[in-house]
């Protein structure tokens, strides 16, 4: 394998420091910040912990954060793209929902918008307009999502949304150049016509040990989002679940130590629906024949 060059080095660092500048910014939906560079697809996973590492990585943020002012700024105006909420909630009672984006560039730039399905709901259920748009500098572009196709829904259902700004980047001689593209990555969550709202789903969920793994059941209607990393109580253990999320009457399982399999109850840190995380939760492990 032959060594990185020097610029190679550079471009990386200047990315990073990027990535854990723009993981700082509300908008920008927890775990889902994309960056596309020449480099090719970086993307960063940005959650809290609940770990004494964590906190160590929280804070040597803050630091890389402040070297963006010394380093980045200079190359870099504006965060491009920039979602007025970190989540879209589609009602069916409504049938659609919308979304303002403002270019905080200095330059006029292409807006992409997309939905994806989540590859445990291939689905199509919703359609946006318009999917490329041109947006000028300082002003604000809305999209609309309007739900279509299918049953009515009977339970949440989870979709991403996909923001990407193309700024308009010319060198000296007016040629074009290539530039550093922020892509937002938001979920989409359609509600049910006729269910209620629940600020706090993630207090429906069961906990369990099975065979030796941790098991989370999910048999409410709403979905659930939380960071990966859970810890485990009295032992102080850690272990990840596969995603950040648990739909509507899934189960996930993770393998467990033989220590961690006396755990009496988990830590987690959920996110609202808003798209924010919140304190810690302590859920109770019950006995897996009493669910």
Not at 189 to 205: A, D, R, T, Y
Request: hydrophobic share 45%; charged share 20%.
């Amino acid at each position: 394998m032959r060594p990185r060059a020097t610029g190679e080095y550079l471009s990386s660092i200047l990315v990073l420091v990027l990535c854990f500048s723009l993981a700082q910014t509300p908008m920008i939906d927890l775990c889902n910040c994309y960056l596309e560079v020449d480099l090719g697809l970086w993307q960063v996973v940005s959650s809290r912990r609940v770990s004494v590492v964590a906190r160590l990585l929280n804070v040597l943020r803050a630091v890389l954060s402040g070297l963006v002012v010394m380093v980045v700024a200079p190359l870099v105006f504006a965060t491009g793209m920039q979602p007025e909420a970190p989540l879209v909630m589609l009602y069916e009672a409504d049938g659609e929902a919308s979304m303002n984006i403002k270019n905080t560039d200095v330059v006029p730039s292409l807006l992409y918008s997309t939905v994806e399905n989540i590859p445990e709901d291939q689905e199509n259920l919703v359609i946006l307009t318009p999917p490329v748009t041109r947006v000028e500098p300082g002003e604000t572009q809305l999209v609309r999502f309007i739900r279509e196709g299918g049953d009515p829904s009977k339970v949440q259902r989870l979709k991403r949304v996909i923001f990407e700004g193309i700024p308009q980047k010319l060198d000296v001689e007016g040629r074009a150049v290539v530039g550093v593209n922020v892509r937002q990555n938001l979920p989409l969550i359609i509600h049910p016509k006729g269910l209620e709202l629940n600020s706090e789903p993630w207090k429906l969920l069961k906990w369990s040990i099975q065979d030796g793994k941790l098991a989370v059941v999910n048999d409410s209607a709403y979905v659930v989002r939380m960071a990966q990393k859970i810890e485990l109580k009295p032992s102080g253990g850690m272990v990840s679940l596969s995603r950040t999320y648990v739909l509507p009457g899934e189960t996930l399982k993770v393998m467990l130590g033989p220590q961690a399999v006396h755990s009496t109850s988990v830590m987690i840190v959920p996110v609202t629906i808003y798209g924010f995380a919140v304190e810690s939760y302590s859920a109770p492990i019950v006995n897996a024949a009493s669910l």
